[in-house]
């Protein structure tokens, strides 16, 4: 098992400029889970997939953000025109789900972005 | 609107000191609730979860948490703690077949030696 893993782990950019992260799931999970945590703050929900169906987003991602899963195995989250707001820990999760219509989602590493 | 509060921020006890942490959820329907901890350096990670049945649950590492319908409640709780258990901890709560996550804020748990 080797675990949700995330791409880069750290990224530092400037504002204005445009960031992709990469998140690969456990293989046999077919969910998917993108949350964003601050400092000092626990993760906030910010867009998830069933497969490669994107089924919900949050309204904390605006139209800067955009989230793919193209075959239904690893994810990107895009933000274009970055703010210094934007600054975050980027948190994958995955899970498939269990008998009785339970779910247990497994995190990744996170991908801390700094936008200076 | 949903929330999921933790009562203190930072906790700070010494080994083998006893440890309760407070989560209350304010949502009248079905839950799943969930402890996560996060280590020093390392990625969040499940501590226990409930999902039905025995309101009193075990997890990793000593740890248990007991689900009280009535107060909106689940609560942490270990009997004696190691200077390993320092870390955050969080409480999640799901309200939808989706599964998606709310956490609480957090609690710093800091146990000296």
């Known amino acids: 098992d080797t675990g949700v893993s995330q791409d880069p782990r750290h990224k530092i950019t400037k504002r204005g400029q445009n960031v992709t992260f990469r998140c690969d799931p456990i293989?046999?999970?077919?969910?998917l889970y993108w949350y964003r945590q601050t400092l000092g703050q626990g993760p906030e929900f910010l867009t998830y997939?069933?497969?490669?169906?994107?089924?919900?987003k949050s309204r904390l991602l605006s139209d800067r953000f955009s989230a793919e899963r193209p075959k239904g195995s690893f994810s990107t989250l895009e933000i274009q025109r970055t703010e210094q707001g934007d600054s975050a820990m980027y948190l994958c999760?995955?899970?498939?789900?269990?008998?009785?219509?339970?779910?247990?989602?497994?995190f990744g590493p996170g991908t801390r972005l700094t936008v200076l | 609107a949903q929330s999921v509060s933790q009562h203190n921020h930072h906790v700070i006890l010494s080994e083998a000191a006893s440890l309760e942490l407070g989560c209350n959820y304010s949502?009248?329907?079905?839950?799943?609730l969930f402890w996560y901890v996060q280590y020093p350096g390392q990625h969040l990670q499940l501590l226990l979860k409930?999902?039905?049945?025995?309101?009193l649950v075990k997890g990793i590492k000593g740890f248990e948490a007991e689900f009280i319908k009535s107060k909106f409640s689940f609560n942490l709780r270990k009997p004696s703690v190691q200077w390993s258990d320092t870390a955050e901890y969080f409480c999640?709560?799901?309200?939808?077949?989706?599964?998606?996550?709310?956490f609480g804020a957090g609690t710093q748990v800091v146990v000296t030696p």
């Open positions: 293989s046999e999970h077919n969910r």
């Open positions: 997939f069933q497969n490669e169906a994107q089924l919900e």
């Open positions: 409930y999902f039905s049945g025995d309101p």
């Open positions: 949502y009248g329907g079905t839950v799943n």
């Open positions: 999760a995955s899970s498939t789900l269990l008998a009785g219509g339970y779910n247990e989602q497994f």
């Open positions: 999640a709560v799901t309200t939808d077949s989706w599964g998606k996550l709310q």
